[in-house]
């Protein structure tokens, strides 16, 4: 599903995107894929210094949301903010 062209209700969609981001952890995953994009699984544990299994589920959530775009690198798989993940992070810098 195309997250920057919501299908069905935009009340949803909407609903989907923040639920996507509304956790400290995955707003710190956003914020590091801004700075180091194309880091993998394993980096971004590395960085969060938390389990595998955690930032997994995190990132997956962020992916679902469409606010992390994933592909494969030969044995790696590789994560990016998505444009609407790039707007969101402007966003919740604003509220600074």
Request: net charge positive; no cysteine; glycine share 6%.
């Amino acid at each position: 599903m195309d997250q920057e062209k919501p299908k069905g209700s935009i009340h949803r969609w909407r609903a989907r995107v923040v639920k996507g981001f509304a956790n400290h952890r995955r707003i710190e995953v956003m914020e590091m894929l801004d700075k180091t994009p194309e880091l993998t699984l394993s980096d971004i544990v590395k960085r969060v210094r938390s389990d595998y299994q955690t930032i997994a589920h995190h990132v997956q959530k962020l992916e679902a949301a469409g606010l992390v775009l994933k592909w494969h690198d030969g044995a790696y798989v590789r994560h990016k903010l998505s444009p609407l993940g790039r707007r969101i992070l402007a966003f919740l810098h604003a509220l600074r």
